[in-house]
């Protein structure tokens, strides 16, 4: 059984930063694409960041470039990102994603957390 466990959310002011995190069991860690999507209120939801299995090809959404950064650690089967220099429309539910196929981990993930809220105030 497939889980993913995101944490590391809350309630930030504009300009603000939080690192959220995205712990995942039953699956072979290291073998999965994995990834953030978001979605805010009355919005559907949206790919944010994406990173390979292996660490060294990155991907991000338009709105986020410059201020997100998403990494991993196999060794700890954690995936991460930092958001800094938040802004409000930043708020949504952050969800972890992962999928064996790299041609989908942007689009439609196989498996799906059950997301962290970040709130950012202005």
């Known amino acids: 059984q497939v889980q993913l466990v995101e944490s590391g959310g809350g309630l930030v002011q504009a300009g603000g930063s939080l690192r959220l995190s995205c712990t995942a069991s039953?699956?072979?860690?290291?073998?999965?694409?994995m990834g953030w999507f978001r979605q805010a209120p009355g919005k559907e939801r949206e790919f944010v960041a994406a990173i390979s299995w292996g660490g060294i090809d990155t991907y991000y959404a338009d709105p986020v470039k410059g201020r997100f950064t998403v990494s991993r650690d196999n060794a700890k089967n954690t995936l991460y990102m930092q958001m800094n220099d938040l802004e409000p429309e930043d708020t949504a539910v952050y969800y972890c994603?992962?999928?064996?196929?790299?041609?989908?981990?942007?689009?439609?993930?196989?498996?799906w957390g059950h997301g962290t809220q970040v709130t950012v105030s202005s």
């Open positions: 039953g699956i072979t860690f290291r073998a999965y694409h």
């Open positions: 994603v992962t999928a064996r196929n790299r041609a989908i981990i942007t689009t439609s993930p196989t498996y």
